[in-house]
């Protein structure tokens, strides 16, 4: 005989959906967002402090905030905060592998300019933990530092490619003035003796050169066989 469905109660199902959803929380970082009511006449762009105040005070919103900045709100892992804030740093490598030193050699490079303040800073194992508003100054911090090396890159950029323009205008430049040099030498000589007598006989000084060239080719190779034949004599 097959057993009958087992029976749900109320409190086991409410028991089910609360853990449900707390493993969803835990799996992920939820953010709400509180609608509020700028005014009761419905005129846009203005804002009455005290009903918005009210409404934020009513939400649990100001408590909220207060709770928040009592304690460590923003916190980030070692190698993630080292891969993102190693520049801050004197002599931080962004390969090492002990991200936790690392991380607190950026701290220290910072509260010792006064970015952040030490005292609201904690290290935990595996984790840093900051109070509010120190995570914004040390996100600050970094897009100071990036604002500062962009232009040292867009100008070391601009100069590659100027300097690389000028070269090829510099060696443009330089055939041009070869050219013209020629053009004109050879215009000159155009009424020179010696150069028409020269550009008669051109091709039979190759010819004679030529000629000359083979005849000790041959003699060299009379010489050699002349060497293998005592050679072999002997």
């Not at 950026?106 to 609201?120: F, N, P, Q, Y």
């Not at 060696?171 to 150069?195: G, M």
Request: overall charge positive; hydrophobic content about 35%; glycine content about 6%.
């Amino acid at each position: 005989r097959k057993k009958g469905a087992a029976f749900v109660t109320v409190g086991a199902q409410y028991k089910e959906q609360l853990d449900s959803l707390l493993n969803t929380l835990g799996k992920t970082t939820p953010h709400f967002v509180r609608c509020i009511i700028p005014n009761h006449k419905k005129i846009p762009g203005k804002i009455d402090d005290m009903i918005v105040l009210d409404q934020l005070a009513c939400n649990g919103v100001l408590e909220g905030i207060k709770i928040s900045r009592l304690g460590y709100p923003n916190r980030m892992l070692y190698k993630e905060f080292h891969k993102r804030y190693y520049m801050l740093g004197d002599n931080v490598s962004s390969t090492t592998s002990d991200s936790r030193s690392a991380t607190i050699k950026i701290l220290e490079k910072l509260s010792s300019i006064d970015v952040v303040d030490s005292g609201r800073i904690q290290y935990g194992t595996t984790k840093v933990f900051f109070r509010v508003g120190q995570m914004v100054a040390v996100e600050e911090a970094r897009e100071r530092y990036i604002a500062g090396i962009v232009p040292v890159i867009q100008a070391c950029a601009r100069g590659y490619i100027g300097r690389r323009i000028y070269e090829k205008k510099r060696d443009r430049i330089a055939a041009a003035e070869k050219i013209q040099d020629s053009v004109r030498l050879y215009i000159e000589l155009q009424d020179c003796p010696w150069f028409k007598l020269f550009t008669k006989v051109r091709g039979s000084l190759n010819f004679y050169t030529t000629v000359m060239d083979i005849e000790n080719t041959k003699a060299a190779v009379e010489e050699i066989n002349q060497e293998i034949l005592q050679t072999v004599q002997e």
